[in-house]
């Protein structure tokens, strides 16, 4: 991870990705976005349609990346189970990071079970 880029580069995947919480898939998705940065993992932007319909609930807050721009937040929703501040999009980043606009990220610590490639992660 020390030898990402910085600034990030922002990537194309095409491979499966799929995100479980509450007994349930809640994502699945074969295409996807990965951004690398310096220090972190890689982050995936999975396109917010592949999420089960009420899974992505809107929560207050948001963040900002000097990379991406403003972050809002959701939380993850299940009928047994709620991650707050689980999941995060970019409604309108930056020029370099435009194709990830409105794609959603997933904080895999905060969910049941994430795969890359049906690798754990």
């Not at 996807?32 to 009420?54: I, K, M, N, Q």
Request: glycine share 8%; charged share 20%.
């Amino acid at each position: 991870m020390w030898g990402y880029p910085r600034p990030p580069r922002l990537e194309e995947f095409a491979g499966s990705i799929t995100v479980e919480l509450g007994g349930r898939v809640i994502a699945a998705t074969d295409r996807a976005w990965r951004v690398l940065e310096t220090s972190h993992p890689p982050t995936y932007y999975l396109p917010r349609d592949c999420f089960a319909d009420g899974v992505l609930r809107p929560t207050t807050g948001s963040s900002w990346c000097e990379w991406k721009g403003q972050a809002s937040y959701f939380d993850l929703v299940t009928p047994s189970v709620v991650a707050p501040r689980a999941a995060w999009t970019y409604p309108t980043p930056t020029r370099p990071f435009a194709a990830i606009a409105g794609a959603v990220a997933v904080m895999a610590g905060s969910v049941d079970r994430c795969t890359v490639n049906g690798e754990d992660v």
